[in-house]
């Protein structure tokens, strides 16, 4: 079984709290969730469910520019005047830090914090040129404009961090390069920008090992974080890799029975499970299980017997799943209260699993109780966990043919959600399935408005190369369809079927579903013979991998000999080699025949 994207529960389960790579780190780490997305759909195939330059100079962008639209801060102050020619004193930057480290941990008012770290910076630079101190002081400027939104300035200030550190001076001048590496990439992230931050921990983690050695505890810590982060953009076997090595190190100095080893089983566990190996994701959860419990960590056994209920509802073993997210249920509401939102997300865990088995009323009963702790949210509770549970239930109310109350919830999720880059690939998940859930409705413009505004956002959070991407794509493109927008139709396919065959490959089912849907819009564009050629090579695959019985292949057949016929044609029985069928821009390009009636070539479930 191929790898399967993580629902949004699993995500936020699984997020760990940042480690402290730079002075002051960002106080909300992103957490990039998306629902899942795709069910079956009635006469159109649907996919399944399833990221050394030279030295210059750069100006530090002054603390006085405006923040970003709809960012409170603090009102401006009247700042300590300073003269300019102050600045060379080398007493002056010193002081000047040490100021803006407590305007920091005052709290009050981070444009003043910015002005004295600004000025720092400024001082250092003049007095002492390029190293440590400057390093340091460019890292709390950058900082401090992350904790105001304002992250490209911030990105700026960190390359420039980076710039100044020589590794060559001393392991506190590397040590300081590795933490601007790794805050930019921290940066990235809440900007939605994953695969630049993977590069940027990359580079953090070769100069932590080069400077620390492979084996050092601190290096654990950066390989988890790598790992997690790769999770994050579904490169599941480079997560695997990471997450062994800190596994490795911490069970090379904390002993046996720590709580890192426990940590780290959970996310070899969430791995596995998202590669589909449920038998190996099994064993890591009840060996961490075992390890909490001989460290007295009750409520994190609970969150693990909610992950083993995952794995055993995945088995199909439902009694035990039931038995699993019982004992959590009874835990959360003895430690937590009854109304917490671990407690919700147990009940809908339990309403998915009803689904599954058939018990719909028990289904719809979990939700609503779920339902009601969303509704009156305990006091500081996030509004993105909220808005993680509307969408979990949504997709429920979607399975049970309930749109109309799927898209209610979804819209109030949408709500709650602060526009911003650290919840961009978020929003696009929500609007890609209120897309879906509008196709299912017959409200075609809608879910082409949804659809694309999703793809929009997933192309600006790189996550254009990926699985699921293309999954949307091809949502798109069957919404195009149904517009008559079949030149746009037939970009969207083609686009979807590049994406999936590098990630999925040519042969797999969701492949050969935008086969399907692209020889279709072929067929209604009048490029018959392109799409007869993707129809015989689609039947070929088929009835390799299901035999000449299956329904699905008789479909097949059906379907070309329909368009057969109207070329006046036979099916040609040798096989041809994919590239000569679908080769993009050199597929064979034939006259067109005017517009064919959709009979011939149709779009299947």
């Known amino acids: 079984m191929g790898p399967h994207r993580l629902s949004s529960q699993q995500r936020k389960d699984y997020r760990p709290s940042l480690p402290l790579h730079h002075p002051l780190p960002p106080s909300l780490p992103p957490t990039n969730i998306q629902p899942s997305l795709f069910k079956s759909h009635t006469h159109f195939h649907t996919l ?293 939102p671990s407690v919700a997300s147990v009940f809908i865990r339990l309403a998915d699993l009803y689904y599954k088995t058939g018990k719909l009323r028990e289904s719809k009963s979990y939700c609503e109780n779920a339902l009601r702790i969303y509704a009156k949210p305990l006091p500081g509770i996030v509004s993105e966990e909220i808005a993680t549970g509307l969408t979990e239930i949504a997709a429920i109310y979607e399975a049970v043919n309930e749109p109309e109350e799927a898209l209610k919830l979804l819209q109030k999720a949408m709500k709650l959600l602060e526009d911003t880059p650290a919840h961009r690939s978020t929003i696009a998940g929500i609007e890609a399935q209120m897309g879906v859930m509008f196709y299912m409705i017959g409200r075609f413009g809608e879910a082409w408005s949804s659809l694309d505004s999703a793809i929009e956002k997933l192309r600006a959070s790189g996550e254009k190369k990926s699985a699921y991407f293309g999954i949307v794509l091809n949502q798109l493109g069957l919404s195009c369809v149904q517009l008559y927008k079949l030149n746009e139709a037939v970009r969207l396919f083609e686009e979807a079927r590049d994406i999936l065959e590098q990630e999925c490959g040519i042969c797999h089912l969701d492949t050969l579903g935008v086969y399907s849907n692209l020889a279709a819009t072929y067929d209604a564009t009048g490029r018959v013979e392109s799409a007869i050629e993707i129809l015989e090579y689609i039947l070929k695959v088929r009835e390799e991998k299901l035999g000449t019985a299956n329904p699905d292949v008789d479909d097949e057949k059906k379907r070309l000999a329909d368009l057969l016929k109207e070329a006046g044609r036979v099916r040609n029985r040798k096989g041809k080699s994919l590239e000569n069928l679908i080769g993009g821009s050199n597929s064979q390009r034939m006259k067109k025949e005017g517009m064919k009636r959709w009979s011939g070539t149709s779009y299947k479930n």
């Open 48 to 340: 399944s469910k399833f990221h050394k330059t030279p030295a210059r100079s750069v100006t530090i962008p002054d603390p006085v520019h405006k923040t970003r639209p709809g960012k409170k801060t603090a009102p401006p102050e009247k700042q300590p005047m300073i003269d300019e020619a102050n600045l060379d004193n080398p007493d002056l930057g010193p002081f000047l830090l040490k100021l803006a480290r407590e305007a920091v941990g005052s709290g009050e008012n981070p444009n003043k914090a910015l002005d004295y770290a600004f000025r720092a910076a400024k001082s250092f630079e003049r007095c002492s040129g390029p190293g440590l101190d400057l390093a340091m002081s460019l890292h709390l400027v950058a900082a401090i404009y992350c904790s105001l939104g304002r992250f490209e300035e911030a990105t700026r200030v960190l390359e420039r961090s980076i710039e100044v550190s020589d590794p060559q001076n001393g392991s506190d001048h590397a040590l300081a390069k590795f933490s601007g590496y790794m805050q930019l990439g921290d940066t990235y992230s809440m900007l939605g920008q994953l695969e630049q931050s993977i590069v940027c921990y990359g580079s953090g983690l070769k100069i932590q090992m080069d400077t620390l050695g492979e084996s050092d505890p601190r290096v654990a810590e950066t390989c988890r974080y790598l790992a997690e982060a790769h999770v994050q953009v579904m490169q599941f076997d480079e997560a695997e890799n990471y997450s062994m090595k800190t596994l490795e190190i911490h069970r090379e100095h904390k002993g046996p029975a720590s709580i890192e080893e426990a940590a780290d089983r959970r996310l070899m566990a969430l791995i596995y499970e998202a590669k589909g190996d449920y038998e190996s994701a099994l064993e890591h959860l009840v060996l961490a299980s075992m390890l909490m419990i001989a460290n007295g960590q009750d409520n994190e056994v609970a969150a693990i017997d909610v992950g083993i209920g995952d794995i055993y509802l995945s088995l199909c073993r439902f009694d035990e799943a039931v038995f699993s997210y019982q004992k959590a249920l009874t835990v959360f509401k003895s430690t937590r209260g009854e109304n917490h």
